[in-house]
Structures are given as C-alpha cells and as structure tokens.
C-alpha cells in the first residue's frame, strides 16, 4: 500500500498475503524436492503484487508473481524441474484460495444479552 494508507516501518496486509503465498509455495516445492530425493541448496523468491481495481473500482489484490529461483546440489534437468514447479503450484492451497469467495458470517458478541 502507498502512503499515506500504510506506515513503511511495518508489513501490511497485502505483503503478509504475498508473503504467506511465496512461503505456501516454497514450502510445497521444497517437499516435492525432497520427496523426489532432489537437494535443494539455495532457494530465493522474488515475489511481487499489484493492488488493481475491478470493475467496480475496488482494489485488490492482483498482477501476482513469484519468481522462485532454485539451485541444486546436483544438476537437474530443466524440465523436471518445471515439472516440480507445476507441482507445487497445483498443489498450493493459498494460490488456489485467492480468488474464492469470502463470506462473512458475524457471530453474537459474548456477554451481550438480547431483549426478549
């Protein structure tokens, strides 16, 4: 978020989403990595998000990117290793959820007493 909506010495929602998203998926890669008996010695995502409007004019969050660079212990052919990144794509479940629907369903406030 620019300024003046966010104060630069903290996180705010929207990098925390990102960074929950580029962690989801990392964390998805690695363990297909291993599973697969591939080492992974170095692993750096370079994600980056847009705020866009909708139709409506609404922002949100959108134009996302992860740029996952990866190097092995041992050389992997390219195209395993596109494979693996298909996987963890697939399998990652906040990439799957960014665009659900979300529904807000308000509960009673404790202590609260209704007239009757």
């Known amino acids: 978020m620019p300024l003046p909506w966010s104060d630069p010495a903290c996180i705010d929602p929207e990098?925390?989403?990102?960074?929950?998203l580029s962690s989801c998926y990392m964390l998805f890669f690695l363990h297909i990595c291993?599973?697969?008996?591939?080492?992974?010695?170095?692993?750096?995502?370079?994600?980056?998000?847009r705020l866009?409007?909708?139709?409506?004019?609404?922002?949100?969050?959108?134009?996302?990117r992860l740029r996952p660079e990866v190097r092995f212990v041992t050389p992997v052919?390219?195209?395993?290793?596109?494979?693996?990144?298909?996987?963890?794509?697939?399998?990652c479940f906040?990439?799957?959820?960014?665009?659900?629907?979300?529904?807000?369903e308000p509960q009673p406030a404790a202590g609260v007493l209704r007239g009757g």
């Open 52 to 64: 866009i409007a909708d139709g409506a004019g609404r922002p949100h969050v959108g134009a996302i």
């Open 34 to 49: 291993a599973a697969a008996g591939l080492v992974v010695e170095h692993y750096r995502d370079e994600a980056r998000a």
């Open 94 to 104: 906040i990439a799957a959820s960014l665009r659900s629907t979300v529904r807000i």
């Open 15 to 20: 990098e925390a989403l990102l960074a929950a």
């Open 77 to 91: 052919d390219p195209a395993e290793v596109e494979a693996l990144h298909a996987q963890a794509h697939e399998r």
